[in-house]
T-cell receptor
Framework: EPEVTQTPSHQVTQMGQEVILRCVPI?????FYWYRQILGQKVEFLVSFYNNEISEKSEIFDDQFSVERPDGSNFTLKIRSTKLEDSAMYFCASSGDRGGTEAFFGQGTRLTVV | GENVEQHPSTLSVQEGDSAVIKCTYS??????FPWYKQELGKRPQLIIDIRSNVGEKKDQRIAVTLNKTAKHFSLHITETQPEDSAVYFCAASLFAGNQFYFGTGTSLTVIP
């Protein structure tokens, strides 16, 4: 069964450093998402991406965040200058269509900012 | 924007009993309601979903009900088994939108 894959599984970074989280969505999917989950809290939407541009973003997704689809397979989330409060599990997801269809989640990248 | 609330936050049941998790949503325009199961350290996985033109959907031991008027939907698990132990998240979204608004999660423990 096709899966969304994320790398790395765990990233530790110093406050103020830039990190790039990588995702390979399911190959025929068109819609891509990043969510985050702070330990013990709900899954929160960050951004959705379609047709090579951001289609929706939340208030969490401020200027320090950016997304990119640099080639036909990867989808990346960049955090420019990490803060302690960015520590969370980051999930990438993809779906074959707009809302009303299943979103498939990757296994997550646990980001720890120290 | 949409606000999804989920109750209870933790739930323990004896094996074989039923479990019910309830969610409410605020945006009457929401029309797609998936339920995700997240086992410890693993990704959320869809277990069942319902669209607003349907009041109930069942898949073996799992069922979901939707009350559009009251803006709430519930997950029902019957004949629970230890492998049902996980965190369950409800979510709401729009057909025309493409983000999911998640509930806060329910940690279900099935006691053998």
């Amino acid at each position: 069964e096709p899966e969304v894959t994320q790398t790395p599984s765990h990233q530790v970074t110093q406050m103020g450093q830039e990190v790039i989280l990588r995702c390979v969505p399911i190959s025929n999917h068109l819609y891509f998402y990043w969510y985050r989950q702070i330990l013990g809290q709900k899954v929160e939407f960050l951004v959705s991406f379609y047709n090579n541009e951001i289609s929706e973003k939340s208030e969490i997704f401020d200027d320090q965040f950016s997304v990119e689809r640099p080639d036909g397979s990867n989808f990346t989330l960049k955090i420019r200058s990490t803060k302690l409060e960015d520590s969370a599990m980051y999930f990438c997801a993809s779906s074959g269509d707009r809302g009303g269809t299943e979103a498939f989640f990757g296994q997550g990248t646990r980001l720890t900012v120290v | 924007g949409e606000n999804v609330e989920q109750h209870p936050s933790t739930l323990s049941v004896q094996e074989g009993d039923s479990a019910v998790i309830k969610c409410t949503y605020s945006d009457s325009a929401s029309n797609y309601f998936p339920w995700y199961k997240q086992e410890l350290g693993k990704r959320p996985q869809l277990i069942i979903d319902i669209r607003s033109n349907v009041g109930e959907k069942k898949d073996q031991r799992i069922a979901v009900t939707l009350n559009k008027t009251a803006k709430h939907f519930s997950l029902h698990i019957t004949e629970t088994q230890p492998e049902d132990s996980a965190v369950y998240f409800c979510a709401a979204s729009l057909f025309a939108g493409n983000q999911f608004y998640f509930g806060t999660g329910t940690s279900l423990t099935v006691i053998p």
